[in-house]
């Protein structure tokens, strides 16, 4: 039983309802200890929608099935990174681990943050779920990392194949600066040349307070059939209107980019200027299938209407994984154990089939060429091809 040190400690508790409802637990779990689980991600800073894409997608998953799984009841310890600065992600899973016991880290916003935690998560022997960043080497950081996101790499992949197929001749790469930029950067400019595909020029905006105009007036002088772009989530409104202020549409310029750039939550936000932009990625809210139009509907009641982006899908995801392998271990929360259970694991996900590779420790996925279309009153990403069992390509 926790004692009232712990019960004032600064964290923010997920599914209180969800448990309140529940039936009372049989006898044999009345003692178990919970799972803790320490979920760092930004919810303030630049990165924000990461945040609360993912917190409402693990309240929401905590409301479906209950707070306890396999007789442990399921405690989620939110933390606030702030999405910027690796040395704070690194303190928070140290906190975690060593001050709040937390037996699983889950969360990871950027990059930069996730490889902060790694070392953590090896030295204490906890599974590390990362749901959102994207970067293809993350799992190699630690032998306790299991991603459910994506990798930039694995949706960059099929978009390049797809550009040359389609009577696009050059292209410039425009990203953001850091490890998943680098990575899309890398793997379009491979793919694209081997399909016969002309790459004119690569351009880099800096990751913190980006100014894309300067960069965009470039592209416009270069005249390339079309601009290949990723920013992470929350910056693709920005690069949408600084494209049509800056006259590239209007020179005829094609964009096409990863799904990051039409984040489901921005699409509102970001309005005409999307309409017409091909991408490619491995979850939309316009998702065809029974499972996603049931999950967008649930998202958004339970979250004020908010429309559910990827990253909210990792997460979900990510819950589920470890409620499997909870009920695999049978409640045994030993890290060596509850990964051994998740290595391997496959279902059918609201974006399709997922499974985890058991020699990488990352996840397979379909991938999705889509194209943002007006659908109902707003603008969503209508799938109209797909890459079923895609892995990481690495770089």
Partial sequence: MRDPINRQRRQVLLGAAALSALPVLPAFAAGAEPLKVGLIVPMSGPFASTGRQIEAAVKLYL???????AGRHVEIILKDDGGVSPDVTKRLAQELVMRDKAQVLAGFGLTPLAFAAAPVATQARVPMIVMAAATSVIPQRSPYIVRTGFTLAQVTAPLAQWAARNKIRS????????????????????????????????????LRNPDYAPFLARVRDLK??????????????????????????AAGIRLICTGDVLDDDLMASIGPAAAGVVSSHHYSAAHASAENKAYVAAFGKASQGMRPNFH????YDGMHLLYQALKRTGGDSDGDK??????GMAWTSVRGPVSIDAASRDIVQTVY?????????GYYNVEFDQVEKVRDPGV
């Fill in 224 to 249: 390339p059939d079309a601009l290949f772009v990723f920013v992470p989530s929350g910056e693709g409104a920005a690069v949408l209107k600084q494209f049509t202020e800056r006259g590239l549409a």
């Fill in 369 to 377: 060429l889509r194209k943002a279309e007006l659908v109902g009153g």
């Fill in 63 to 69: 409301q479906q099935n209950g707070a306890s799984v």
């Fill in 171 to 206: 292209v410039v790469t425009l990203v953001s600066d850091y490890g998943p930029g680098l990575d899309a950067e890398k793997v379009f400019a491979k793919v694209f040349s081997e399909g016969g595909g002309k790459l004119v020029d690569s351009v880099r905006a800096p």
């Fill in 338 to 343: 509850l990964l051994a259970a998740m290595k």
């Fill in 312 to 315: 909210s899908v990792g997460a």
